[in-house]
């Protein structure tokens, strides 16, 4: 028994671990959301953008549509388009944060797409 209970609380330990190094840094300064740092290029000089699981895109809505289908599912943040050209950042944090919308133009801007 003794022996079952230290292997459990090994293995509690090692994924408390693989889960605090996963999120480091993950906290958020109050009152405002901690977006991820983009670096300004990758492999072939390309922009390397928060959550593309290392695909690239030709246009912003490509993109915003990956956002959507593919990282908003696992919990990732994506952008919901509130009325034409504004757009609202969706995460599943709780107590979810003040709601920030965007302009088309800003995000274009952030994301370094021209179109």
Known sequence: MRKRRAIGLSLGLAGLCACSAENAGAAAPRGEAKEPKMSQSGAGGERQLPFAHGRTFASLDEYLAHLRDRAGPIGQPWYREVRPGV??????RVPPPAPRTYTREELLARFGFSR
């Open 87 to 92: 757009y609202e950042r969706v995460t599943n």
